[in-house]
């Protein structure tokens, strides 16, 4: 199965230097690999946006545009936007909040049969919701889940 893997996981492998890694976020940077190797990992245009915005140095943003650019981006139509829409509703009639990026992967993800790879705990609140498959690295439950900082 492939997977779509959220800002949460391109930031921690991209943007962090390994020696300052934990021992958890160095095993979801080798699942990352893993993936990446295999060809499962998946891309969309507005996570692409998310890693490289806020980059304040020119180096570094050439650095990741560059390493990004060998990925594609998983194209979208307007189903999967309307089907973002009607994600977030879901969610929020039943009180849970969240952006509209995240409800954009959960559509993405539902409507490709894709497993959603990140380290942000409110896709476990939206996986109640919108029955979305979370990935683990093997060996790992969601105890590497935290909450966007």
């Known amino acids: ?7 949460s996981i391109w930031s921690l492998v991209l943007r962090r230097r390994r020696k300052d890694l934990s021992p958890d976020e160095r095993s979801i940077g080798l699942e990352l690999t893993e993936l990446i190797k ?10 692409r946006q998310e890693i490289l915005s806020g980059v304040r140095e020119r180096a570094t943003f050439d650095r990741l545009r560059d390493h ?3 990925f594609d981006d998983e194209m979208l139509s307007f189903e ?9 509703n879901r969610c929020r009639a039943a009180g849970v909040s969240g952006s509209m990026i995240d409800f ?6 539902r409507r490709r049969g894709l497993s959603v790879f990140t380290t942000d705990a409110a896709f476990e609140r939206y996986s109640r919701h919108l029955h979305i498959r979370l990935h683990h690295p093997a060996g790992q439950n969601d105890s590497a889940i935290r909450p966007r900082q």
Request: hydrophobic letters at 55%; a negative charge.
């Open 80 to 88: 999967d936007y309307e089907e973002a829409a009607a994600c977030g």
């Open 1 to 7: 199965m492939n997977v779509l893997v959220d800002t």
């Open 38 to 47: 295999e060809g499962r990992a998946v891309l969309i245009g507005a996570i």
């Open 68 to 70: 990004l650019r060998s």
């Open 104 to 109: 954009l992967l959960c559509a993405v993800a």
